[in-house]
């Protein structure tokens, strides 16, 4: 007897029968899913959302929240900057790294400012307020943020401007965003069937993709699609097999992700001949307070600074775990990287804003720390004189690192082991993870409309993707809001493509 692959397409021709008709259907119900699904309904088709969990979220609405725009938003102008799509388009170039999508990031940068408005007509509110020091998340409802972009190298690219944009929320904003956007698309006409998981996709003699198999409670459901099939599924980091197969260095580290990134949409396209793209590339969030590390140095397991300590957070992560060859992995001392500041730096940080983190050791000497840390003799020591040398001129030459936080250090000196986390010591004893989190940036090969591709460049007829589940905006680089942005937009144009399609 032949076992079915649970990605392997289904014949058109081996259907009987389906249970339920659609004309655009739309599998996961993140930012992306729910953008397509408001666009397509907004078109005039017939729509229909399945989504594996109990209700709309995902990883989306897990997230901070914040949304990368620019170009000259209201919220840009309100709160006094001055902002152009050319400069935006030059900073992600620049920040998304090697292989960033040129044409993606042109298309995304020309249409922000209306994208914002499309936002805010669907409901989700921005306070015209600015917060002006690095974060991972403002812990107030400013509706603008930095993300890097007055940091070196960018500075020197294009004209900063703050384009982290973010949901009126006192705590994370995902939550709040996925309200508003499924909010819409079930205004717009758009349906939705939960507990509902995709398995395989239906292709007809032709290659076009017709229809989709799921399972419900036990139960399997076929849909015929008439017009096309929008995949929204996430990316691949709760899968340890793609992982091992395509980005061996994300394992081993706490998974950024709803805990439904399985890669299952990205395998089911491939399964039809799809491309896929920069499966190797992803986000690393250090555990590490943003605040910290801005007033004072991170170093490596040798004691060295490694980049400048005022650039977007995620940055840090990134430099840290594919930049340095220490081993090429986290495993044992390679994890190592430290928090060093002093007392004056740790007190500026208000206590809410610290999120439990403490010192790990405090000593009165560069010598000291190092005996405590572990770190190589004279390393520390070393690294914190030319740090204060530099200082004392005003100039960061190693790592251009702003004069705004360039201050001397001075004893007593905390390390903090990024290792330990951001929970509070009572709760985090003597465990050591890797203090990374990481998230998957590969994924399928689409063209601005959300076609999917194959491997000859060609349209797969029928199918498209849009978030994680596709290769957007990124190269090998991240800043945050731009999987939200990515998302919303190229979601809105995989709806509205898959809409229009006789």
């Not at 000259?72 to 001055?82: E, H, K, L, S, Y």
């Not at 395989?200 to 017709?210: K, P």
């Not at 197969?245 to 799809?274: C, E, F, N, Y």
Request: aromatic fraction near 8%.
């Amino acid at each position: 007897m032949t076992v079915r692959n649970s990605v392997t397409p289904r014949a058109a021709g081996e259907v009987s029968h389906y249970d339920i008709e659609t004309d655009v259907l739309v599998v996961g119900y993140g930012a992306a899913g729910a953008s397509a699904a408001f666009e397509a309904a907004h078109a005039g088709a017939r729509v229909l959302v399945l989504e594996r969990c109990g209700g709309a979220g995902g990883a989306s609405a897990m997230s901070g929240g914040e949304i990368y725009l620019g170009g000259g938003t209201p919220i840009q102008v309100a709160c006094g900057f001055d902002d152009t799509p050319e400069a935006m388009a030059a900073f992600l170039k620049a920040a998304l790294g090697a292989g960033a999508d040129a044409a993606k990031i042109d298309e995304y940068s020309a249409g922000s400012v209306e994208h914002f408005h499309w936002l805010v007509d669907r409901g989700v509110p921005f306070k015209p307020s600015m917060w002006d020091v690095p974060t991972w998340v403002p812990p107030t409802d400013d509706g603008l943020m930095w993300l890097g972009e007055n940091s070196w190298p960018f500075t020197e690219l294009a004209h900063p401007a703050p384009r982290g944009h973010r949901p009126t929320a006192n705590d994370f904003g995902g939550k709040l965003l996925m309200e508003c956007l499924s909010s819409a698309a079930e205004s717009a006409g758009a349906g939705a069937l939960f507990d509902t998981q995709v398995s395989t996709l239906i292709a007809d003699e032709g290659g076009s993709v017709v229809g989709a198999v799921a399972r419900q409670y036990g139960k399997e459901i076929t849909f015929r699609v008439h017009r096309g099939i929008v995949l929204t599924t996430g990316g691949f980091v709760d899968n340890d097999d793609m992982l091992a197969a395509h980005a061996p260095q994300l394992l081993g580290h706490t998974k950024v992700s709803a805990g439904t990134d399985d890669g299952s949409g990205i395998r089911m396209a491939q399964s039809l001949g799809a491309a896929v793209r920069h499966m190797s590339a992803g986000q690393v969030g250090m555990s590490l307070i943003p605040g910290l590390a801005a007033r004072g140095m991170v170093v490596n397991a040798l004691g060295r600074r490694f980049v400048n300590e005022d650039t977007y957070p995620g940055r840090i992560g990134q430099h840290a775990l594919y930049r340095q060859n220490m081993g090429g992995s986290w495993a044992g001392d390679d994890t190592a990287v430290w928090v060093i500041v002093d007392e004056e730096g740790f007190e500026e940080v208000p206590e809410p804003q610290r999120w439990g983190v403490r010192p790990t050791h405090v000593a009165e000497t560069p010598a000291e720390l190092e005996e405590l840390t572990g770190l190589p003799a004279g390393s520390l020591t070393a690294t914190i004189t030319r740090y204060n040398e530099f200082a004392c001129r005003g100039t960061d030459l190693d790592h251009h690192k702003s004069a705004r936080w360039l201050r001397a250090l001075t004893p007593p000196l905390a390390a903090v082991d990024v290792r330990a986390g951001v929970r509070p010591p009572s709760e985090a004893g003597d465990r050591r993870g890797t203090g990374a989190s990481v998230f998957t940036l590969g994924g399928l090969h689409t063209d601005l409309d959300g076609h999917v591709l194959d491997l000859d460049g060609r349209p797969i007829p029928g199918l498209y993707a849009a978030g994680r589940a596709a290769n957007g905006l990124h190269g090998f680089g991240y800043i945050s809001g731009t999987s939200l942005g990515d998302s919303t937009f190229f979601g809105r144009r995989a709806g509205t493509a898959a809409a229009r399609r006789a």
